[in-house]
Nanobody
Framework: QLQLVESGGGLVQPGGSLRLSCAAS????????IGWFRQAPGKEREGVSS???????KYADSVKGRFTISRDNAKDTVYLQMISLKPDDTAVYYC???????????????????WGQGTQVTVSS
């Protein structure tokens, strides 16, 4: 089993920045593909970004140029740096993992095996 824990969410003004972190307990993240997803009230879960073991990345069009996904294998953590945040970015953000590690990054939620509990991001003035 792989248990994922997200952190770094919060309340930020429009135009502000946040960095989300995804870490794992009991197993390493280094052998997985990690995806970030978000779900706003009344909306379907949306793929935001994904990264595989060689740091090939994929982004949703809505966040390109504003969000950056990265992984620090030494710290066994995946990050989602978010800048120029908009009210439409308000959602619960989830990290997810899929195996095996050599798979391509993906924004398809159905292809992920493990999910965290989520962290709330609220963009509001």
């Amino acid at each position: 089993q792989l248990q994922l824990v997200e952190s770094g969410g919060g309340l930020v003004q429009p135009g502000g920045s946040l960095r989300l972190s995804c870490a794992a307990s009991e197993r390493t993240l280094n052998n997985t593909v990690i995806g970030w997803f978000r779900q706003a009230p009344g909306k379907e879960r949306e793929g935001v970004s994904s990264i595989n073991y060689i740091s090939t990345t994929k982004y949703a069009d809505s966040v390109k140029g504003r969000f950056t996904i990265s992984r620090d294998n030494a710290k066994d953590t995946v990050y989602l740096q978010m800048i120029s945040l908009k009210p439409d970015d308000t959602a619960v953000y989830y990290c997810a993992a899929r195996e095996p590690f050599y798979f391509s990054p993906s924004l398809n939620a159905a292809s992920y095996d493990y999910w965290g509990q989520g962290t709330q991001v609220t963009v509001s003035s």
